[in-house]
Each structure stands twice: as C-alpha cells, then as structure tokens.
C-alpha cells in the first residue's frame, strides 16, 4: 500500500490553519497514524487510529478520513509547529508504509 | 518514564556486519510489539522489521529480507538488529519503536550507520 501526502512542502504563518492530506492506494480503514519530527529528532506520534489524539498532544491538531483519504488539520499554527509531518498505514502489513513527508515552513 | 535506548551504530564497510540494541524500560517489554525504522540522511521515514511481543512473529521489509535479523530478549528488555552485508544504501539513523494503539507511540533517539569505505 502506497500512501501520497501533498503538499510536499507548505509555507505558512504563525496562526494560520493548515490542512495536510494523506492518500492510500487502496482502503486502509482508519488504520492509519501521523507522526511530527523536528530536525535531528526522533519522530512523536500525534494522531492514531486515523482521528485520535495521542495523550499529551495539544487539541489544535486534528484528522479525519477513513478508506483512503485522511487528513491532518493544525488549527492555529504555533511557532513550535514548524517541522516535518508524515503518514503510516498500519492495515495491511508487512509491509507497514509511510507517506513522503510534507515539510511545514514558516513563510 | 518510557525510555527506548538505542546503540551499536557506526561506520561499517560494505559487505560488514553491525548488531543493533535497543534498551527498554518504563514498561513491560514483554507485552509490546517492537519495529525498526530507519531513515537515510536527508530523506523520509522507511520501516525495516517488526517483532510480536512474543517474538513469534517477524517480518521485514523487502529491501533488507535475508541480510537482516531481528530480535528480542523479554528477560532482557531488550530489542536487537543483526545487520549483515551491509550496503551504502543503508546508510540511516535507526530507530527502534514501541508498537501501540495501531502507531509507534514511543521512538528512541536513534543511533546512525554508516556504510562506507
């Protein structure tokens, strides 16, 4: 299973909100999980199960979807936002999948 | 406090062999599924192997099947990687992850390879 997020890279302000999407190549329910890295730093697990926020996570992130379409939402980005942004699928393995990547700049 | 502590990277030559460990604590091992993912420099998260809590079960990613090994010791805490006939492409840091909730939920803070001569 193929998983595509555009936009590859965005621009963006601090406050602004931000829709990043993630696109299987075939259904994966809601198993599918996006993760936050930051620059030399391991990845940090913000939503799983599709829509669920992880403990600790702060509510402004959100996603949606189910099948083959998902998306992460910021509500008003912050300036410790700024990072790399990646999709996993976890239905179908092995083997277990990520999306390219979308990196999130400050414009 | 869950702590995923990796080590055994380094410079390796192709064709050369390199053990990774990854040192858990702050939960109990033996009930989670483990994973490697690694990520070459500059590039995009790649999934290598996955283990049951058990160890009963395994797989790998098709780039790394019959060179790569992967396993546990519950007793231990511990999760390993066996690399052999390692190639520059896999050059990466390595990171050992917590499998939870259908996600990674815990990462370590990975320990770089790099193959070259």
């Known amino acids: 299973i193929q998983l595509t997020q555009s936009p590859s890279s965005l621009s963006a302000s601090v406050g602004d909100r931000v829709t990043i999407t993630c696109r299987a190549s075939?259904?994966?329910?809601?198993?599918l999980a996006w993760y936050q890295q930051k620059p030399g730093k391991a990845p940090k697990l913000l939503i799983y199960?599709?829509?669920t926020l992880q403990s600790g996570v702060p509510s402004r992130f959100s996603g949606s979807g189910s099948g083959t379409d998902f998306t992460l939402t910021i509500s008003s980005l912050q300036p410790e936002d700024f990072a790399t942004y990646y999709c996993?699928?976890?239905?179908?393995?092995?083997?277990?999948?990520f999306g390219q990547g979308t990196r999130l700049e400050i414009k | 406090e869950v702590q995923l502590v990796e080590s055994g990277g380094g410079l390796v030559q192709p064709g050369g062999s390199l053990r990774l460990s990854c040192a858990a604590s702050?939960?109990?091992?033996?009930?989670?599924?483990m994973n490697w993912v690694r990520q070459a420099p500059g590039k995009g998260l790649e999934w290598v192997s996955y283990?049951?809590?058990?160890?009963?079960?395994?797989y790998y990613a098709d780039s790394v099947k019959g060179r790569f090994t992967i396993s546990r010791d519950n007793a231990k805490n511990s999760l390993y990687l066996q690399m052999n006939s390692l190639r520059a492409e896999d050059t990466a840091v390595y990171y050992c992850?917590?499998?939870?909730?259908?996600?990674?939920?815990?990462w370590g803070q990975g320990t770089l390879v790099t193959v070259s001569s």
């Open positions: 992850a917590r499998f939870n909730l259908a996600a990674n939920d815990y």
């Open positions: 702050g939960f109990t091992f033996s009930s989670y599924e």
């Open positions: 283990i049951s809590s058990s160890g009963s079960t395994i």
């Open positions: 075939q259904g994966i329910s809601s198993y």
């Open positions: 199960a599709a829509s």
């Open positions: 996993q699928q976890l239905n179908s393995y092995p083997p277990i999948t």
